[in-house]
């Protein structure tokens, strides 16, 4: 859940087992929403409190979820047909009212048959009169209260802007008017279909492609639509001419949803991207995550500068992503080129990506497919300290003939006087050396750019991987099935290794005290360690290595394989025999990408196995582009102390009065500990269900104060009845200590009063009894020290 003024992610509601594929506000009580799964279960939460109130289970398997207003007790599901593969129905799931939280549903009635599993596809009507459903090309449209079932379709001829087929639509909400989104761009608005022949539609076109999603206004008044080209069109009046647009949005827009009050409307893209848009087409918010591209060419960079991940964006951008905080931190335009959203057109894509050991430069190399020669283009950006973001330095059109493989800085300090190294390896059989010059070209806006120092080859291979060794001197080219090693300062090849049969993969130096060893894998299987000292192999193992990471701030090594369908884990040092981690199967699906990210601050390591990761935390990206990574800790020890609180107290909100009420309780406590005060705790209210009831409980769901009040009083009253024995035997010694102390003092007081009576008697006067008062203030005297009086 997050907040639309701040874009920050309020609470995080987990229960379900699966995929969960619908989520809908409970038209009958706004403060909650009920949640559909995959798992065959409907969810009833309180999502201001964060609570699970209800669990219906259904069985089958929740495809969509619907909750119209008119219907009580009953909500609207699309679940697999039993016996029947790929189709499905809409059926009306009765959700019974018994106490209980986990409860069955297994009343279910069928309202359409052979319907579209997408939840865009089925929309109901003016305060549910009627329920229509799109498929293929065809319009089905079934009324409650007659119980009649209508259907229409259209031409299934293909034309010249594509075919009709439906892909979502929307009703009215305050007329029976029915809009429907096409392959082929249009919308088709319908009405008059309560007959079956004498129906009518509208037609409305802009988009030039699929119509992705559509959705009324509150009042009906407008038509918002969306598609590929990433912009919204509203629609007034149902009119062609007269029409707004919100334009570069992005990203395909797959949904749209109007809020309940109808000042705003929210779009969700295929980049994994939430945007919010006021009511007057003006943009208001995004809430972005890691982007989703389509395909992930530069790989997993991490920028020095920000410890976050670099990688493919939106079309022609880089995606700085942060790992802490879940979010964006800013996107980097590479291409500077207008996207053209058309199946089947080479557009100009971002495929490698290199940083400077300090983060001030940044290589880029962007490409565009052609039927002859590919268009290359490599861009070399420095880092602008005063707006804080990349700036162009030097743009190289066509550095390589072919596609560039890999590219590489050389490992150093870039405060020295020596100018840093990019190497580039591509397919046209060399590798290229780029250093920087001082422009002379006094018109020039920057004092250096870059240009070609160096090319090599070796015996008309194609260069396809390079890496520098820690220290920078030497320079590793794998040609095919051989590896080049070269020295960074003449250029001189020095050794040659190769390890038949297969291409060289991947390439990597040991670091630290593991820097004479080189290790390579090809796409045979095979990990190879070569010792540079001895020019011999050292090792080498069969893994079927996909992705090899080494860590920059250790001598560690992940190969991740891929065996008998599975992922695994490899960790080692290329000076030790056997690895040091093994985790096989961690993975079903196949690993494409991973990254060592450096921690702000070393673990604390627990355990011996997971040193490794004390520095440096691994991530890997799957072929559906899943961002994971591997934890040292359990799912309890990584809670942060609030969410240990929010699990305790059963995810309850945390308040600043709380945070305060807590803080003060902890610094009071630690006083009375300092004080040496013996501190008791005495918690009969947290064991008690009346005050659990009264806390725990959401505030609209409780009985009335005074019916609460007396139950919660008597709740904090202690009984007698459970008075220990020892307490009462104190009692008792202490009302004998305290008779004892009172006989003595009453033996002394008549005593004194006997003392007294003679000489009163003598004179013949009535004495006058005393009041208790004057009794005790005559007992303190009696029992005062006057000895010090005799000093005198």
């Known amino acids: 859940m997050y907040s639309v003024a701040t874009e920050k992610t309020l609470r995080v509601m987990g229960g379900h087992a699966d995929l969960v594929t619908g989520i809908q506000l409970n038209p009958h009580n706004h403060m909650q929403l009920y949640s559909s799964s995959l798992d065959g279960s409907i969810k009833l939460w309180d999502f201001m409190d964060g609570i699970l109130i209800k669990t219906f289970t259904v069985g089958s398997k929740l495809l969509a979820l619907y909750t119209p207003d008119s219907f009580e007790d009953s909500v609207f599901v699309v679940i697999p047909k039993s016996g029947e593969r790929d189709t499905f129905q809409l059926v009306s799931v009765k959700l019974t009212k018994a106490a209980g939280q986990d409860l069955e549903a297994k009343e279910l009635s069928v309202i359409l048959d052979d319907v579209d599993a997408s939840p865009k596809c089925i929309a109901f009507g003016r305060e549910s009169e009627y329920v229509a459903s799109v498929k293929e090309v065809n319009l089905q449209v079934y ?23 439906f892909m979502c639509i929307a009703c009215h909400p305050t007329e029976d008017c029915i809009a429907t989104g096409h392959a082929d761009g249009k919308i088709r608005l319908w009405r008059n279909f309560h007959h079956k022949k004498e129906y009518t539609f509208s037609t409305l076109h802009w988009h030039h492609d699929t119509v992705m999603d559509l959705a009324f206004s509150l009042q009906g008044t407008s038509l918002l639509s969306g598609g590929v080209e990433s912009v919204i069109v ?94 964006q931190l800013f996107s980097l335009d590479i291409v500077q080129r207008q996207y053209i959203h058309q199946s089947g057109l080479n557009q100009t894509d971002l495929v490698k990506v290199a940083f400077s050991a300090q983060g001030e430069w940044l290589a880029t190399v962007e490409e565009r497919e052609e039927v002859t020669d590919p268009e290359l283009q490599l861009k070399l950006w420095f880092y602008d300290e005063e707006t804080q973001s990349f700036k162009l330095n030097t743009r190289i059109s066509m550095p390589h003939e072919d596609h560039i493989t890999d590219m590489c800085f050389r490992y150093m300090d870039e405060v020295e006087d020596e100018s840093l190294i990019l190497v580039t390896t591509g397919s046209d059989c060399v590798f290229k050396v780029w250093v920087m010059v001082e422009d002379t070209d006094p018109e020039a806006q920057q004092s250096v750019s870059w240009s070609c120092d160096f090319v090599g080859s ?4 194609q260069a396809t991987n390079c ?34 049969p297969g291409k060289i993969r991947n390439i990597c130096f040991g670091r630290l005290t593991c820097s004479k060893y080189l290790i390579g894998a090809t796409d045979h299987g095979f990990l190879c360690c070569w010792n540079l000292l001895t020019c011999a192999l050292e090792w080498s193992a069969y893994l079927n290595v996909i992705v090899l990471q080494p860590d920059p701030l250790s001598e560690h090594i992940a190969a991740i394989s891929w065996l008998s369908k599975d992922s695994s884990l490899f960790v080692f040092k290329p000076n030790e025999p056997r690895p040091i981690y093994i985790q096989r199967n961690f993975c079903k699906e196949k690993i494409q990408l991973a990254a060592f990210v450096p921690r702000e601050e070393p673990e604390t390591v627990g355990s011996a196995k997971y040193l490794w990761l004390r520095r440096s935390q691994l991530f890997f990206l799957t072929a559906t582009q899943e961002l994971i990574t591997l934890s040292m800790k359990s799912l309890e020890e990584r809670l942060t102390p609030s969410s240990k609180q929010l699990a305790v107290e059963e995810s309850l909100p945390v308040t600043p009065f709380s945070l305060l009420l807590g803080k003060h309780r902890h610094h009071q406590s630690q006083e009375d500990i300092d004080l040496g005060k013996l501190v008791v705790c005495n918690k009969p209210e947290q064991d008690s269900p009346a005050v659990k009831e009264l806390l725990h409980t959401p505030a609209h769901v409780l009985p009335s104060a005074s019916f609460l009040c007396p139950v919660f009083i008597n709740s904090l009253l202690i009984s007698k009845e459970n008075t220990s ?26 005593e004194m009063e006997q ?13 006058c009894k005393l009041s208790k008062s004057q009794e005790k203030e005559l007992r303190k005297l009696r029992k005062m020290d006057y000895s010090w009086i005799s000093a005198f």
């Open 143 to 165: 009324f409650f209260k007659q119980k009649q079932l209508n259907r229409f379709s259209v031409s299934a001829a293909k034309t010249k802007s594509g075919n009709n087929h």
């Open 234 to 327: 509203l629609w007034r009046n149902e009119s062609e001419r007269q029409r707004d647009f919100l334009p570069r949005l992005g990203s395909a827009i797959e949904y749209i949803s109007v809020s309940p009050d109808g000042t705003l409307c929210c779009t969700l893209h295929t980049d994994n991207r939430i945007t919010i848009i006021n009511s007057n087409l003006r943009f208001s918010r995004s809430i972005q995550g890691l982007i989703k591209s389509t395909n992930v060419k530069t790989g997993l960079v991490v920028d020095p500068r920000t410890k976050a991940l670099v990688l493919n964006g939106e079309p022609g951008h880089l995606q700085f992503y942060c790992l802490q905080s879940d979010q």
């Open 458 to 461: 070796y015996h008309n291979y």
């Open 467 to 500: 890496c520098f060794s820690e220290d920078g001197s030497l320079l590793a080219v794998s040609f095919e099935e051989t590896v080049t090693v070269w020295d960074s300062l003449t250029w001189d090849l020095k050794c040659t290794f190769c390890y038949s």
């Open 725 to 750: 024995a020892e307490e009462v035997a104190d009692e008792v010694e202490m009302e004998s200590e305290k008779s004892e102390d009172d006989s003595d003092e009453e033996r002394d007081v008549t």
């Open 755 to 767: 003392e007294d009576t003679s000489p009163m008697e003598l004179l013949g006067e009535i004495t």
